[in-house]
Nanobody, 127 residues
Framework: QVQLVESGGGLVQAGDSLRLSCAAS????????MGWFRQPPGKDREFVCAIIVGGIRTEYADSVKGRFTISQDNAKDTVYLQVNSLKPEDTAVYYC????????????????????WGQGTQVTVSS
């Protein structure tokens, strides 16, 4: 089992920055992939970014490339999402997820490929 707890969301203005955190506990050493997804109001959950196999590779959705950065601190078992130049369309509940298999690594942008999820943190961007 892996437990994930997100934090760092809030209400900000367009152009602002936030750093979201995802603290992991449990079988964290088994995680192949740590991903961030988001779910805008009334829409499906969508891929944001992922860090794969201990940081060897990172992947981003086109909509956030150049503005969002994923990183991890293995000593703290924490994954971070630095979000800059926020736009109103970034408004969503942001979720952290852990994938434990090669399947997660291959299908990193698919919610079904992840085994564990956090409860989410709300990010609201006003114009």
């Amino acid at each position: 089992q892996v437990q994930l707890v997100e934090s760092g969301g809030g209400l900000v203005q367009a152009g602002d920055s936030l750093r979201l955190s995802c603290a992991a506990s449990g079988r964290t050493s088994s995680s192949y992939v740590m991903g961030w997804f988001r779910q805008p109001p009334g829409k499906d959950r969508e891929f944001v970014c992922a860090i794969i196999v201990g940081g060897i590779r990172t992947e981003y959705a086109d909509s956030v490339k150049g503005r969002f950065t994923i990183s991890q601190d293995n000593a703290k078992d924490t994954v971070y999402l630095q979000v800059n130049s926020l736009k109103p369309e970034d408004t969503a509940v942001y979720y952290c997820a852990a994938g434990l298999s090669w399947y997660s690594e291959k299908y990193y942008n698919t919610p079904a490929a992840y085994n564990f999820w956090g409860q989410g943190t709300q990010v609201t961007v006003s114009s």
